[in-house]
């Protein structure tokens, strides 16, 4: 039974160009989260969604950051443009449902680690 | 934005002995207090979680801690060994709602 699966692991970007990370939910699992970690900080909440739909996207920066779930395919976090402070290590999780978000039942990918030269 | 706060930010301990990190919250809504464990290059993990109808839960050596009319949460780790070097984090939520982190411990156990 395959976890939450995030790809790439680590992805290089120059200035102004695009970065795009994948997440994978556990299989069952509707309710897709994505996090950002600085290094040494903790984890920021960024957006939340279902399928089809944005549940909660307050904490994500309001220009060149955007996200997606599909009907099908893999949740997408989108960031245009990049600058070197958008580096960090993005963690996507999942949970099954909302009885599970109210048990704060989040399992988390391994994340994927931008590098913006 | 930062509605949970955790202390240290650094814990160094002994084999053997008594890890504690602390962690406070402001909104009285909250329901939920989990903690996660990462390790360097992996995602963080559920180690243990409580809810405020409870004072203290306990899995193994791990227990948590939880004092409603201070608004506080502690994680002790007990007999500390150096596999729990890693960095710990705690979090809470309202019914239905992300999960907030505090900014993280990084907890190493000297053998």
């Known amino acids: 039974n395959a976890g939450v699966m995030q790809n790439p692991r680590h992805l290089v970007r120059r200035r102004g160009q695009e970065a795009r990370l994948r997440c994978s939910p556990m299989k069952g699992h509707s309710h897709v989260y994505w996090y950002r970690q600085l290094p040494e900080e903790g984890l920021k909440f960024m957006v939340y969604l279902q399928k089809e739909n944005i549940i909660d996207e307050s904490g994500m920066p309001k220009e060149r950051f955007s996200a997606e779930f599909p009907k099908e395919g893999p949740s997408i976090l989108r960031i245009q443009q990049v600058v070197r402070g958008d580096s960090a290590a993005y963690f996507c999780a999942s949970s099954p449902s909302t009885s599970g978000l109210a048990h704060g039942e989040l399992f988390f990918g391994e994340g994927s680690r931008l590098t913006v030269l | 934005q930062q509605q949970v706060k955790q202390s240290p930010q650094s814990l160094i301990v002994q084999k053997g002995g008594i890890s504690i990190i602390n962690c406070a919250y402001e909104n009285t809504a909250f329901d939920y207090f989990p903690w996660y464990q990462q390790f360097p290059g992996k995602g963080p993990a559920l180690l243990i979680a409580?809810?405020?109808?409870?004072s203290e839960k306990k899995e193994g050596r791990f227990t948590i801690s939880f004092n409603k009319s201070a608004k506080q949460f502690s994680l002790h780790i007990m007999d500390s060994q150096p596999g729990d070097s890693a960095t710990y984090f705690c979090?809470?939520?309202?019914?239905?709602?992300?999960?907030?982190f505090g900014q993280g411990t990084r907890l190493t156990i000297n053998p």
């Open positions: 979090a809470a939520a309202r019914p239905a709602q992300k999960l907030v």
């Open positions: 409580i809810r405020p109808d409870v």
